[in-house]
Nanobody, 117 residues
Framework: VQLQASGGGLVQTGESLRLSCAAS????????MGWFRQAPGKQRELVAS???????TYADFVKGRFTISSNNAENTIYLQSNSLEPEDTAVYYC????????????WGRGTLVTVSS
């Protein structure tokens, strides 16, 4: 499984970005897809995830601002990020799990989101 993330960039506080992550390869192995992020000097943290059936979960710090969605026909997930804040500045990593577990098995290259104040 290969994951290709895109959509990062530089925005101002309050603006929006949409991140995309396209999966290829043995798609049938994938159970959950989602996004982690890592800010400079901080640990990687889970942002949001979505199951094959469309059930989504969010970290408290993005609830109400970010929306994760999927297009199963295109094997792609999206993270619509609204009302961005400087604290959202980080490298965002797409991931996918395999089988019944929740541990990320596959990772995409990060995409940088920078929010200026």
């Amino acid at each position: 499984v290969q994951l290709q993330a895109s959509g990062g960039g530089l925005v101002q506080t309050g603006e929006s970005l949409r991140l995309s992550c396209a999966a290829s390869g043995f798609i049938s192995r994938i159970n959950v897809m989602g996004w982690f992020r890592q800010a400079p000097g901080k640990q990687r943290e889970l942002v949001a995830s979505i199951t094959r059936s469309g059930r989504s979960t969010y970290a408290d710090f993005v609830k109400g601002r970010f929306t994760i969605s999927s297009n199963n026909a295109e094997n792609t997930i999206y993270l619509q990020s609204n009302s961005l804040e400087p604290e959202d500045t980080a490298v965002y990593y797409c991931y996918a799990t395999e089988g019944p577990g929740q541990t990320p098995r596959y990772w995409g290259r990060g995409t940088l989101v920078t929010v200026s104040s």
